[in-house]
Protein backbone atom coordinates (compact mmCIF):
# COMPACT_ATOMS: atom_id res chain seq x y z
CA UNK A 1 0.00 0.00 0.00
CA UNK A 2 1.32 3.49 -0.76
CA UNK A 3 1.70 5.51 2.06
CA UNK A 4 -0.29 8.12 0.64
CA UNK A 5 -3.18 6.18 0.50
CA UNK A 6 -6.03 5.81 3.13
CA UNK A 7 -5.70 2.36 4.83
CA UNK A 8 -9.42 2.55 4.93
CA UNK A 9 -9.41 2.20 1.23
CA UNK A 10 -9.21 -1.17 -0.30
CA UNK A 11 -7.17 -1.27 -3.82
CA UNK A 12 -9.51 -3.72 -5.11
CA UNK A 13 -12.15 -2.92 -4.74
CA UNK A 14 -13.55 -2.71 -8.09
CA UNK A 15 -12.48 -6.47 -8.62
CA UNK A 16 -15.39 -7.27 -5.77
CA UNK A 17 -17.66 -4.73 -7.92
CA UNK A 18 -17.61 -5.95 -11.22
CA UNK A 19 -20.34 -4.64 -13.36
CA UNK A 20 -20.12 -7.92 -15.25
CA UNK A 21 -21.40 -9.97 -12.62
CA UNK A 22 -25.46 -9.47 -12.12
CA UNK A 23 -27.03 -11.97 -9.48
CA UNK A 24 -30.70 -11.86 -10.10
CA UNK A 25 -33.73 -12.76 -8.24
CA UNK A 26 -34.24 -15.49 -10.05
CA UNK A 27 -31.16 -16.73 -9.24
CA UNK A 28 -31.33 -16.61 -5.87
CA UNK A 29 -34.84 -17.79 -5.83
CA UNK A 30 -32.94 -20.76 -7.72
CA UNK A 31 -30.44 -21.12 -5.42
CA UNK A 32 -33.00 -21.70 -2.21
CA UNK A 33 -35.05 -23.84 -4.48
CA UNK A 34 -31.72 -26.22 -4.63
CA UNK A 35 -30.93 -26.19 -1.32
CA UNK A 36 -34.64 -26.93 -0.15
CA UNK A 37 -35.28 -29.57 -2.50
CA UNK A 38 -31.83 -31.51 -1.17
CA UNK A 39 -33.29 -31.35 2.66
CA UNK A 40 -36.57 -32.70 1.56
CA UNK A 41 -35.07 -35.40 0.12
CA UNK A 42 -32.98 -35.79 2.74
CA UNK A 43 -35.38 -36.55 4.91
CA UNK A 44 -37.30 -38.58 2.74
CA UNK A 45 -34.53 -40.80 2.41
CA UNK A 46 -34.55 -41.08 6.19
CA UNK A 47 -37.34 -41.96 6.40
CA UNK A 48 -37.69 -44.49 3.91
CA UNK A 49 -34.57 -46.37 5.87
CA UNK A 50 -36.56 -46.20 9.16
CA UNK A 51 -37.83 -49.20 9.75
CA UNK A 52 -41.73 -48.96 10.54
CA UNK A 53 -42.58 -50.37 13.95
CA UNK A 54 -46.26 -49.54 14.58
CA UNK A 55 -47.46 -53.17 13.57
CA UNK A 56 -44.87 -55.03 14.82
CA UNK A 57 -45.13 -53.51 18.52
CA UNK A 58 -48.63 -54.32 18.56
CA UNK A 59 -48.04 -57.74 17.36
CA UNK A 60 -44.76 -58.84 19.25
CA UNK A 61 -45.35 -56.58 22.25
CA UNK A 62 -43.02 -53.54 23.37
CA UNK A 63 -40.60 -55.54 25.33
CA UNK A 64 -40.16 -58.22 22.46
CA UNK A 65 -39.68 -55.77 19.98
CA UNK A 66 -37.12 -54.10 22.56
CA UNK A 67 -35.38 -57.88 22.98
CA UNK A 68 -34.83 -58.71 19.13
CA UNK A 69 -33.26 -54.92 18.55
CA UNK A 70 -30.94 -54.69 21.61
CA UNK A 71 -30.53 -58.53 22.99
CA UNK A 72 -27.03 -59.37 22.58
CA UNK A 73 -27.21 -63.13 22.95
CA UNK A 74 -28.99 -64.88 20.45
CA UNK A 75 -29.84 -68.68 19.96
CA UNK A 76 -30.96 -70.92 17.56
CA UNK A 77 -33.01 -73.39 19.12
CA UNK A 78 -34.73 -76.92 17.41
CA UNK A 79 -38.11 -77.34 17.29
CA UNK A 80 -40.53 -79.81 15.61
CA UNK A 81 -39.41 -81.57 11.99
CA UNK A 82 -35.73 -79.83 12.39
CA UNK A 83 -32.87 -81.26 13.47
CA UNK A 84 -29.52 -79.65 14.42
CA UNK A 85 -27.65 -78.52 17.40
CA UNK A 86 -28.57 -75.18 19.35
CA UNK A 87 -26.16 -72.67 17.96
CA UNK A 88 -25.29 -69.65 19.81
CA UNK A 89 -26.18 -66.56 16.80
CA UNK A 90 -24.43 -63.76 19.01
CA UNK A 91 -21.53 -62.74 16.71
CA UNK A 92 -22.77 -64.22 13.17
CA UNK A 93 -22.73 -61.36 10.48
CA UNK A 94 -25.79 -61.62 9.48
CA UNK A 95 -27.50 -61.01 12.32
CA UNK A 96 -28.81 -57.67 11.44
CA UNK A 97 -30.39 -58.75 8.56
CA UNK A 98 -32.17 -61.29 10.78
CA UNK A 99 -33.26 -58.57 13.31
CA UNK A 100 -34.78 -56.30 10.14
CA UNK A 101 -36.46 -59.16 9.17
CA UNK A 102 -38.65 -59.46 11.72
CA UNK A 103 -39.06 -55.46 13.14
CA UNK A 104 -39.95 -53.97 10.04
CA UNK A 105 -43.76 -53.92 9.53
CA UNK A 106 -43.69 -54.05 6.03
CA UNK A 107 -42.45 -57.89 6.06
CA UNK A 108 -45.65 -59.10 7.07
CA UNK A 109 -48.64 -60.16 5.52
CA UNK A 110 -51.42 -59.05 8.72
CA UNK A 111 -54.46 -60.20 7.38
CA UNK A 112 -52.89 -63.95 8.36
CA UNK A 113 -52.63 -63.18 11.65
CA UNK A 114 -54.66 -65.66 13.59
CA UNK A 115 -54.99 -67.42 17.18
CA UNK A 116 -52.73 -70.13 17.18
CA UNK A 117 -49.68 -71.59 17.37
CA UNK A 118 -46.74 -71.88 15.28
CA UNK A 119 -45.96 -75.32 16.67
CA UNK A 120 -49.23 -76.57 15.16
CA UNK A 121 -47.89 -76.73 12.06
CA UNK A 122 -45.58 -78.93 12.60
CA UNK A 123 -48.40 -81.76 12.53
CA UNK A 124 -49.72 -80.81 9.08
CA UNK A 125 -49.29 -82.45 5.64
CA UNK A 126 -48.24 -80.90 3.12
CA UNK A 127 -50.38 -80.75 -0.29
CA UNK A 128 -49.81 -83.07 -2.82
CA UNK A 129 -48.35 -81.13 -5.75
CA UNK A 130 -48.93 -81.60 -9.43
CA UNK A 131 -45.61 -82.38 -12.09
CA UNK A 132 -45.93 -79.36 -13.27
CA UNK A 133 -45.33 -77.21 -9.71
CA UNK A 134 -42.97 -77.45 -6.65
CA UNK A 135 -42.89 -80.00 -4.34
CA UNK A 136 -44.34 -78.84 -1.00
CA UNK A 137 -41.66 -78.53 1.69
CA UNK A 138 -42.53 -80.62 5.10
CA UNK A 139 -42.82 -78.28 8.07
CA UNK A 140 -40.09 -77.31 10.28
CA UNK A 141 -40.43 -75.12 13.26
CA UNK A 142 -36.77 -73.59 14.94
CA UNK A 143 -37.08 -71.16 17.89
CA UNK A 144 -35.21 -67.90 18.19
CA UNK A 145 -34.67 -66.56 21.70
CA UNK A 146 -33.14 -62.84 22.18
CA UNK A 147 -31.90 -62.11 25.46
CA UNK A 148 -30.10 -59.22 27.43
CA UNK A 149 -28.13 -61.72 30.27
CA UNK A 150 -25.73 -58.39 30.69
CA UNK A 151 -28.15 -55.53 30.99
CA UNK A 152 -31.03 -57.34 31.75
CA UNK A 153 -33.25 -54.52 30.14
CA UNK A 154 -36.00 -57.00 28.74
CA UNK A 155 -36.57 -60.23 29.72
CA UNK A 156 -35.82 -62.97 26.92
CA UNK A 157 -37.98 -63.46 23.79
CA UNK A 158 -38.72 -66.62 22.53
CA UNK A 159 -40.15 -66.47 18.72
CA UNK A 160 -40.98 -69.48 16.73
CA UNK A 161 -40.41 -69.58 13.21
CA UNK A 162 -42.11 -72.24 10.72
CA UNK A 163 -39.92 -72.31 7.61
CA UNK A 164 -41.91 -73.70 5.36
CA UNK A 165 -44.68 -71.50 5.01
CA UNK A 166 -42.93 -68.49 6.56
CA UNK A 167 -45.09 -68.24 9.59
CA UNK A 168 -43.86 -66.88 12.88
CA UNK A 169 -45.54 -66.17 15.98
CA UNK A 170 -44.47 -66.46 19.85
CA UNK A 171 -43.86 -69.44 21.61
CA UNK A 172 -46.22 -69.27 23.65
CA UNK A 173 -48.59 -70.07 21.30
CA UNK A 174 -51.04 -66.93 21.63
CA UNK A 175 -50.91 -66.42 17.75
CA UNK A 176 -49.24 -66.12 14.64
CA UNK A 177 -48.76 -64.35 11.25
CA UNK A 178 -47.00 -64.75 7.81
CA UNK A 179 -44.29 -62.97 6.65
CA UNK A 180 -44.50 -62.14 2.86
CA UNK A 181 -43.78 -63.59 -0.11
CA UNK A 182 -40.66 -61.46 -1.13
CA UNK A 183 -39.70 -62.28 2.85
CA UNK A 184 -40.26 -65.68 3.29
CA UNK A 185 -37.62 -67.45 1.40
CA UNK A 186 -35.01 -64.82 2.53
CA UNK A 187 -36.03 -66.07 6.04
CA UNK A 188 -35.54 -69.65 4.99
CA UNK A 189 -32.50 -69.39 3.52
CA UNK A 190 -30.78 -67.61 6.21
CA UNK A 191 -31.59 -69.67 9.01
CA UNK A 192 -31.05 -73.11 7.55
CA UNK A 193 -27.80 -71.52 6.66
CA UNK A 194 -27.52 -70.78 10.51
CA UNK A 195 -28.39 -74.41 10.88
CA UNK A 196 -25.57 -75.36 8.82
CA UNK A 197 -23.60 -73.59 10.71
CA UNK A 198 -24.28 -75.32 13.57
CA UNK A 199 -23.55 -78.72 12.19
CA UNK A 200 -19.90 -77.50 11.21
CA UNK A 201 -19.27 -76.54 14.58
CA UNK A 202 -20.85 -79.72 16.08
CA UNK A 203 -18.48 -82.01 13.58
CA UNK A 204 -15.68 -79.60 14.53
CA UNK A 205 -16.00 -80.48 18.02
CA UNK A 206 -16.64 -84.44 17.35
CA UNK A 207 -13.55 -84.31 15.21
CA UNK A 208 -11.49 -82.41 18.19
CA UNK A 209 -13.12 -84.98 20.80
CA UNK A 210 -12.16 -88.00 18.67
CA UNK A 211 -8.70 -86.73 18.15
CA UNK A 212 -8.28 -85.72 21.78
CA UNK A 213 -9.47 -89.90 23.06
CA UNK A 214 -6.72 -91.22 20.12
CA UNK A 215 -4.38 -89.28 21.56
CA UNK A 216 -5.03 -90.25 25.63
CA UNK A 217 -5.03 -94.21 24.38
CA UNK A 218 -2.17 -93.65 22.66
CA UNK A 219 -0.54 -91.91 25.93
CA UNK A 220 -2.28 -94.77 27.95
CA UNK A 221 -1.03 -97.84 26.06
CA UNK A 222 3.17 -96.00 26.00
CA UNK A 223 2.86 -95.84 29.93
Known sequence: MNENESPDVDPHADKYNDPRVVV??????????IVAIGAIAAVVSIAARRTKLEKTTEFWGPDVITAIQLGDHV?????????????????FPGLGHLRKALLEQSHYQWTTVEKDAVEALAAEV???????SEPEQSPMVVRLEFSDPHYQRVPPAL?????????VGPADGSQRVKVTDRVRPALRHQ???LMKVSELRYGQRTEAA????????EKQMDE
Not at 159 to 167: F, N, P, Q
Not at 210 to 217: G, L
Request: charged share 25%; glycine share 6%; net charge negative.
Open 210 to 217: DAEREENE
Open 75 to 91: ELIPGPGSNFKQVELTA
Open 159 to 167: IDVELASGT
Open 24 to 33: TRYQVLALVA
Open 126 to 132: PEVQNQD
Open 191 to 193: LQL
